[in-house]
């Protein structure tokens, strides 16, 4: 069994178009389709003639190598077209309107907006320069199609991959450009094959020093432990056989990028990275999956909190697996379990649907229920009039997510760092505008708290509640954010236009990512100062009511509070960080919603 660190290419050769037929011919059965990707072909081969590389390569082997990357993502008939066609609008004389005569709509419309976004070359230009209107362009051209996303992923990775020839500055200026936008996309797909390759490509030219130094700490990892990898996948496989289980086994190393992430950023030791290798356990059913799960730990020691079940609980963008780490000759080793079709989806993600669409017809992927797409369109509705708002869209489509889950089972997908607020805006509207409070896994949380992955959140609400500047300042998601931004500017004369895009600006500033470590910095809860607040309460509009100052937090004026009635002190106020507030008898039915009294100006 060979090992390969992950987010390498397994073939960096040059291909052939008849390596490409031979590969996708096989799964296209249509002679029709067939022709047209060869007249395809034949078009970009003759167009771009006289054109050359900086390598010194013709350029039409750019758009075979960018068609075998399609190829490897069972991508339709349609996509590949356009992915040989790409840059014929851009580079040659071809008219779109001719390429829409000889190939159809879809091929034209894929070619125009992939022609749009080339047109930015946004590496080209200073890091001034590289700002939210080329992000709004690039996304718009995105969100018309989600094959657009994928040949430009393809021509990206492509691009990666040959960037030798390319001056340092445009080294960096590519590679930091695809850890910030592109590799994030490929991850909200969940195309695993192309975001860990253009992660390692951009650690390569981005810290190479460090690059280095982890490809040589795994190149000797590998040769120390592949002995006993190979013992111990030699037993777990006679297990298999004597339980007439099916399976095809494959290892993998941990791709450098994620270690370099672990040392650099989580500052783990090396010898701390328990998931370097990893035993890749590949059979039939879901069934058989937990079958084998348990043959595993049945015969070697499983380490405690190592278990995950991706399949029952499965990742955003639609991973599913079972991961365990159990210890093999005293070290520990990795295993992931799954089916052939999770598999599938791991490594493509959103190509994936091609593969598995009913009729096999590879172009129709049903979208609807593709978070990133539908943000996508959401951007593409809203892009032109703020760019404050595009913005928060924009950040939500690229950060990380959680997933969290409502009593009754229903996922919620929320970016990092969201609060109670968030969640209750994605559940309704009307539920995010009443809220007064919230439990997670059962207990009560500060609506300021950051909810945690795969936490179930329960909102409390009040009809006599509703949005405020504070909440603004809290929430995460464009969504939670816009709406209480609309209530706010209807309906609180203390509003300002002006303050709103001061916060937006804050939220954007503490989501924008670190350019090439794909880190976020984190938004901290701001109050207004001190000498802004009268230091009396407000529920709602109303301040004329009893309030008690609990002691044991003792709050002032700009702390994130939070309150409850009280039998006989009116309203108490906490910080709303405070342990004992958690802890008040039947908090739930008691708790409203109260705010410091912002000084008129």
Same mark, same amino acid.
């Given at each position: 069994?060979?090992?390969?660190?992950e987010g390498?290419?397994l073939?960096?050769?040059?291909?052939?178009?008849? #390596?490409?037929?031979?590969?996708?011919? *096989?799964?296209?059965?249509?002679?029709?389709?067939? #022709?047209?990707?060869?007249?395809?072909?034949?078009? !970009?081969?003759?167009?771009?003639?006289?054109?050359?590389?900086?390598?010194?390569?013709?350029?039409?082997?750019?758009?075979?190598?960018?068609?075998?990357?399609?190829?490897?993502?069972?991508?339709?008939?349609?996509?590949?077209? !356009?992915?040989?066609?790409?840059?014929?609008?851009?580079?040659?004389?071809?008219?779109l309107?001719?390429?829409?005569?000889?190939?159809?709509?879809?091929? !034209?419309?894929i *070619?125009?907006?992939?022609?749009?976004?080339?047109?930015?070359?946004?590496?080209?230009?200073?890091?001034?320069?590289?700002?939210?209107?080329? @992000?709004?362009?690039?996304f718009?051209? =995105?969100?018309?199609?989600?094959?657009?996303?994928?040949?430009k992923?393809?021509?990206?990775?492509?691009?990666?991959?040959?960037?030798?020839?390319?001056?340092a500055?445009?080294?960096?200026?590519?590679?930091?450009?695809?850890?910030?936008?592109?590799?994030?996309?490929?991850?909200?797909?969940?195309?695993?094959t192309?975001?860990?390759?253009?992660?390692?490509?951009?650690?390569?030219?981005?810290?190479? #020093? $460090?690059?280095?130094?982890?490809?040589?700490?795994?190149?000797?990892?590998?040769?120390? /432990?592949?002995?006993?990898?190979?013992?111990?996948?030699?037993?777990?496989?006679?297990?298999?056989?004597?339980?007439?289980?099916?399976?095809? =086994?494959?290892?993998?190393?941990?791709?450098?990028?994620?270690?370099?992430?672990?040392?650099?950023e989580?500052?783990?030791?090396?010898?701390?990275?328990?998931?370097?290798? +990893?035993?890749?356990?590949?059979?039939?059913? #879901?069934?058989?999956?937990?079958?084998?799960? /348990?043959?595993?730990?049945a015969?070697?020691?499983?380490?405690?909190?190592?278990?995950?079940?991706?399949?029952?609980?499965?990742?955003?963008?639609?991973?599913?697996?079972l @991961?365990?780490?159990?210890?093999?000759?005293?070290?520990?080793?990795?295993i992931?379990?799954?089916?052939?079709?999770?598999?599938?989806?791991?490594?493509?993600? *959103?190509?994936?649907?091609?593969?598995?669409k009913?009729?096999?017809?590879?172009?129709?992927?049903?979208?609807?229920?593709?978070?990133?797409?539908?943000?996508?369109?959401?951007? $593409?509705?809203?892009?032109?009039?703020?760019?404050?708002?595009?913005?928060?869209?924009?950040?939500?489509?690229?950060?990380d997510?959680?997933?969290v889950?409502?009593?009754?089972?229903e996922?919620?997908?929320?970016?990092?760092?969201?609060? !109670?607020?968030?969640? +209750?805006?994605?559940?309704?509207?009307?539920i995010?505008?009443?809220?007064?409070?919230a439990k997670?896994? /059962? $207990?009560?949380?500060?609506?300021?708290?950051?909810?945690?992955?795969?936490?179930?959140?329960?909102?409390?609400?009040?009809?006599?509640?509703?949005?405020? &500047?504070? &909440?603004?300042?809290?929430?995460?998601?464009?969504k939670?954010? &816009?709406?209480?931004?609309s209530?706010?500017?209807?309906n609180?004369?203390?509003?300002?236009?002006?303050?709103?895009?001061?916060?937006?600006?804050?939220n954007?500033q +503490?989501?924008?990512?670190?350019?090439?470590?794909?880190?976020?910095?984190?938004?901290k809860?701001?109050?207004?100062? &001190?000498?802004?607040?009268?230091?009396?309460?407000?529920?709602?509009?109303?301040?004329?009511? =009893?309030?008690?100052?609990?002691?044991?937090?003792?709050?002032?004026?700009?702390?994130?509070?939070?309150?409850? *009635?009280?039998? =006989?002190?009116?309203?108490?106020?906490?910080?709303?960080d405070?342990?004992?507030?958690?802890?008040?008898?039947?908090?739930?039915?008691?708790?409203?919603?109260?705010s410091?009294?912002?000084?008129?100006?």
């Amino acid at each position: 069994m060979n090992e390969r660190i992950e987010g390498t290419s397994l073939d960096n050769k040059l291909h052939t178009f008849d #390596e490409v037929k031979e590969k996708y011919f *096989v799964y296209i059965s249509n002679p029709s389709s067939r #022709e047209m990707i060869e007249k395809a072909y034949n078009l !970009a081969k003759e167009k771009h003639a006289s054109q050359f590389r900086r390598s010194g390569e013709p350029y039409i082997h750019h758009l075979i190598e960018v068609c075998y990357i399609l190829t490897e993502l069972n991508c339709g008939p349609t996509t590949l077209i !356009a992915g040989l066609l790409h840059d014929v609008v851009e580079d040659t004389d071809t008219p779109l309107e001719y390429l829409k005569e000889e190939f159809g709509d879809d091929v !034209a419309s894929i *070619v125009d907006s992939l022609t749009k976004i080339q047109r930015l070359k946004l590496s080209h230009r200073s890091e001034e320069d590289f700002v939210a209107e080329d @992000h709004r362009k690039i996304f718009l051209g =995105m969100a018309k199609d989600v094959r657009v996303i994928v040949i430009k992923l393809a021509d990206r990775l492509h691009n990666m991959r040959t960037l030798d020839s390319l001056p340092a500055h445009r080294q960096i200026a590519l590679a930091k450009e695809t850890i910030e936008v592109f590799v994030p996309i490929a991850h909200r797909l969940g195309i695993n094959t192309i975001k860990s390759e253009l992660e390692n490509l951009s650690l390569k030219y981005l810290e190479p #020093e $460090k690059y280095n130094e982890i490809l040589n700490f795994v190149n000797k990892k590998i040769k120390y /432990g592949q002995k006993s990898l190979e013992g111990f996948s030699k037993r777990i496989a006679d297990m298999l056989f004597e339980n007439n289980i099916p399976f095809t =086994m494959e290892s993998r190393v941990k791709s450098i990028y994620s270690i370099y992430r672990k040392i650099y950023e989580k500052h783990h030791k090396p010898e701390e990275i328990f998931d370097l290798l +990893a035993v890749r356990i590949i059979t039939k059913t #879901e069934l058989q999956c937990y079958e084998i799960l /348990g043959i595993i730990h049945a015969t070697f020691k499983p380490i405690p909190g190592r278990f995950k079940d991706y399949i029952a609980m499965p990742k955003s963008n639609g991973y599913q697996s079972l @991961h365990t780490t159990v210890m093999c000759k005293d070290r520990p080793l990795e295993i992931q379990i799954r089916t052939q079709k999770m598999h599938d989806i791991a490594e493509h993600g *959103v190509a994936s649907h091609w593969l598995y669409k009913k009729g096999m017809n590879h172009d129709l992927v049903d979208v609807k229920n593709l978070g990133i797409f539908n943000q996508l369109q959401e951007l $593409k509705v809203k892009n032109a009039i703020d760019s404050t708002v595009f913005n928060n869209l924009k950040n939500d489509l690229l950060e990380d997510k959680i997933v969290v889950f409502t009593p009754k089972g229903e996922v919620k997908e929320l970016p990092i760092g969201s609060t !109670a607020i968030d969640f +209750a805006y994605a559940i309704h509207s009307a539920i995010g505008e009443k809220i007064v409070g919230a439990k997670a896994d /059962g $207990k009560i949380i500060p609506l300021n708290q950051e909810l945690k992955n795969t936490q179930i959140i329960e909102i409390i609400t009040n009809p006599n509640a509703h949005p405020t &500047q504070n &909440q603004l300042k809290l929430v995460k998601s464009s969504k939670a954010r &816009q709406k209480i931004h609309s209530y706010l500017m209807a309906n609180d004369p203390t509003f300002s236009e002006a303050n709103a895009k001061d916060d937006a600006q804050d939220n954007s500033q +503490a989501q924008r990512r670190v350019h090439h470590k794909g880190t976020k910095s984190s938004k901290k809860n701001q109050d207004f100062s &001190q000498s802004q607040l009268s230091g009396r309460i407000k529920i709602g509009n109303t301040t004329n009511f =009893m309030i008690t100052f609990a002691k044991c937090c003792n709050p002032k004026p700009g702390d994130a509070i939070c309150g409850y *009635v009280s039998k =006989m002190r009116g309203i108490t106020i906490h910080r709303a960080d405070c342990y004992t507030y958690n802890k008040i008898q039947d908090l739930s039915k008691r708790a409203v919603d109260v705010s410091w009294e912002q000084l008129a100006e």
